[in-house]
């Protein structure tokens, strides 16, 4: 049996073991949220761990420590955005949903969680320097594949007319999602507004999604 000595020494590693763990746990998560900014503005090829390090408080030696390269920081940061994306979305009732109400819960459920506006600008990114490589890693269609399968649902009950569900689900994150990378320059259209405005960019998100669902009815 330990001393109490012991057991005491034993308790104060163990306590000291977890704040460590803590504290290494949110410097990685303040390090990701920095670099998804980066990364939302100029992609792999364009950001600087420096500035990641710079906005985090952090050494570059401190971000190689947990993410080896920037390139494995990147991987991280789309990992974390498609995993929490899908995460929210299934907490949506979509199955027990009306189809066009389930289309916007789950448009409206990513905007509130502030998923945007950072993961368009990621994705946009991705796309054109990197061909989708780390998306398709991540397997980043999975929002992809529920939207489709809600419009399958919808054709299927009649509320909507014959067209492709995967080419209606596109049209849906296109007709929402270039809104939050592109708020500056649409910005320019209504002199005066504040793109960063949460009740203007829902107002737009409204009408993004009456227009396509509009064109989508039977």
Known sequence: MASPRKAQDLRKALSQTGKVQ???????QSIL?????????????????????????????MIHHYFGTK??????????II????????????EQMPVEEAIRSVIHKLMDEQIYPHYPGVMVNESLQNKGKYFKQHGGLRLHWTLSSIVKRGIAEGVFRQVSPEAAA???????????PMRYNLAQIFPGTNPDSKELQRSYLEQALDIVLAGLKA
């Open 170 to 180: 596109l049209s849906i994150l296109g007709a929402v999602g270039h809104l939050f």
């Open 22 to 28: 803590r504290d290494s746990a949110i410097t990685k």
């Open 71 to 80: 390139e494995g920081l990147y991987d991280a940061v789309v990992e974390r």
């Open 33 to 61: 949220d920095a670099a998804e900014r980066e990364f939302a503005s100029y992609g792999l090829a364009g950001a600087r761990t420096e500035v990641i390090a710079a906005d985090t408080g952090v050494t570059k030696a």
């Open 83 to 94: 995993n929490r994306m899908v995460e929210i979305v299934s907490t949506v009732p979509v």
